[in-house]
């Protein structure tokens, strides 16, 4: 079902200050820089040779990554990785009794459709599913 590790999503307090470590001093390289409002969110997006890390700041007190950040001090957040078929693979986990937080696939940072499956079904590991 999975074809490939699309990003490791990692909440920060504030992207600015995570940039000096993953650009500056890690040297990966920077994509770009999204503001979703209205998900009071703004992302960062890393190349590592194809690989990406993806940045998360919470931009109100209200958002799951400032809740998260305010929790945990920040830290990894989610694993995402590639499918072919997002629906297909959203009914075939359903059937497989997998909690999904996203029933129907959404529209995520990047564009493509996007899909969360509950930590509670798989061990504490938030994971999200990407179409490419
Ligand atoms: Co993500």
Redo the contacts with the bound molecule.
Sequence with gaps: MLEKLS?I?IAVKSIEEALTLYRDILGCSLEKIREMPERSLKVAFLDLDGTHI?LLEGTGPESAISKFVEKRGGGIH?L?FNVSNIDEALESLSEEGIRLIDRQART??EGNPVAFLHPKSTGRVLI?LEQD
């Design positions: 990003h999503g993806e989610h995402c995520g940072a999200e």
